[in-house]
């Protein structure tokens, strides 16, 4: 298992429960404090119990961050792969990439809200046939990244939540970021079989950046975690008002650390 030298520490904002401009105004100040990148997610209504709040589309939006941010990373936290044609997908995200200046990472998963596909039209099959979808659109998106005029401003950063056997082996196969809900001895022990999977496709697993999702103190929880190799490290805020306070607290212990790793 890897230490990373380097950490980045990155932050949600869901588009729902708050007016865009609130939400374009909080993904101006997380990109101003110096977040590495800054995700939304793919869903069509509010996560949580109460699902009748305010909610806007994914990928819309991700275009009009490109433009309203200017350093940060922007992707989806993730992007469900049975909403889109996998095609279109790629073509969409290479658009994408070219609006913020060669920004974005692409983030896929299988997804996991049933009623929620439901209710859009979309078919939702068993965990097993989602994973199945879920390589069968990454190698679709690898394949149809290489037949676009123009591609993506660089190799596009792919990043792949997965938490199962099956699908971490399309992490090792695909992946240049993998995220994981694991915490702590899960997180290492799915760290370690991810590493199995890549000794046999004989990749090296340091090529593949470990995110989890995060809160709390960072000098205690983010070096806990960073010692176990995750080396992205992503806060949650929440609607409306978007409250960015652990997200300096965050930045300031990424900063400390990445510092004392610049002089050794």
């Not at 429960?17 to 997610?41: E, H, K, M, P, S």
């Not at 009623?115 to 068993?126: L, M, N, R, T």
């Not at 401003?153 to 792919?158: G, Q, S």
């Not at 929440?238 to 997200?247: A, E, I, V």
Request: aromatic fraction near 10%; include cysteine; charged fraction near 25%.
């Amino acid at each position: 298992m890897t230490t990373p030298a380097r950490i980045r520490v990155a932050i949600q904002i869901p588009p729902s429960r708050a007016d865009y401009a609130a939400i374009r105004r909080a993904a101006a100040q997380a990109d101003a404090l110096g977040a590495d990148a800054i995700f939304n997610w793919d869903h069509f209504f509010p996560l949580g119990k109460d699902t009748s709040g305010k909610h806007f589309e994914c990928w819309t939006m991700l275009g009009a961050w490109a433009e309203s941010t200017s350093h940060a990373a922007i992707g989806a936290l993730v992007s469900c792969v049975a909403y889109r044609n996998p095609d279109l997908l790629a073509d969409m995200a290479r658009t994408v990439d070219h609006v913020s200046d060669g920004r974005l990472i692409l983030g896929l998963g299988a997804g996991f809200r049933e009623w929620e596909a439901k209710e859009y039209g979309f078919e939702f099959g068993s965990p097993a046939q989602r994973v199945q979808q879920l390589g069968e659109a990454l190698h679709r998106i690898e394949r149809r990244m290489t037949l676009l005029n123009p591609g993506p401003v660089r190799k596009l950063p792919i990043l792949v939540a997965a938490d199962g056997a099956k699908a971490l082996r399309l992490v090792a196969r695909y992946a240049d970021i993998w995220q994981t809900f694991a915490e702590d001895d899960a997180f290492s022990e799915k760290s370690r079989l991810l590493d199995s999977y890549c000794d046999q496709l004989q990749r090296d697993p340091a090529t593949i950046e470990r995110a989890v999702f995060v809160d709390g103190d960072p000098w205690t929880v983010g070096t806990r975690l960073r010692e176990r190799g995750a080396g992205m490290f992503t806060l949650m805020t929440r609607g409306p008002d978007f409250n960015l306070d652990g997200l300096r607290r965050w930045l300031a212990w990424r900063d400390e650390h990445n510092a004392q790793a610049s002089r050794s």
